[in-house]
């Protein structure tokens, strides 16, 4: 009884010896980051995007449905109204302060999936990290994406009163 205990222990030394050898003779898999930047899964959930539409126009209305299915009540947003003289969103409101406090979120998605307008996404922002906490308060400003290419940007409320409009 005692040598098959014996065989028992050296066959299972033996098999954990040949799992370690043949892992040791796989290459490493290694990012080089900073130097490379890393590659994401499509569905990776990074730093939030406020998207424009084909016209440059904001995509966000303002219907404060993301903040609502926020279970970590993150975001916070002030509406303002469309006018003819000043257009920001496709809607009769745009949202004229958006944040993001990443000292809250949880990056669970929920906004995105309340948005009716695919106003926010997540983006494949990564790099979050800050000295100072009011660092990690995200503006409209930090999030909106730039202008595409042969849009003109909606007119902004300061701009539209220094010109006379």
């Keep these: ?49 406020l998207q424009r ?20 009540d993150c975001i916070y947003i002030e509406a303002a109204e469309n006018t003819d003289k000043v257009r920001i969103s496709g809607g009769e409101r745009y949202a004229s302060v958006y944040n993001i406090d990443y000292t809250r979120c949880i990056f669970c998605g929920y906004c995105v999936e309340a ?19 009011a660092a990690l308060i995200m503006r409209k400003e930090d999030m909106l994406v730039a202008v595409p290419p042969g849009a003109r940007p909606p007119v902004i409320a300061e701009a539209a009163a220094s010109h006379g409009h």
């Design 53 to 72: 539409d084909e016209n440059g126009m904001e995509k966000c209305v303002a219907c404060f449905l993301c903040a609502a299915a926020c279970p970590a």
């Design 1 to 49: 009884m005692a040598i098959n205990q014996v065989f028992k222990s050296a066959s299972a030394i033996v098999q954990g010896l040949g799992i370690t050898f043949k892992e040791m003779m796989k290459p490493t898999v290694t990012e080089d980051y900073p130097d490379v930047p890393p590659v994401f899964q499509e569905r990776f959930r990074g730093k939030h995007e």
């Design 115 to 133: 948005c009716p307008t695919d106003a926010i996404t997540h983006g494949h922002g990564f790099e979050l990290a800050a000295y100072d906490t």
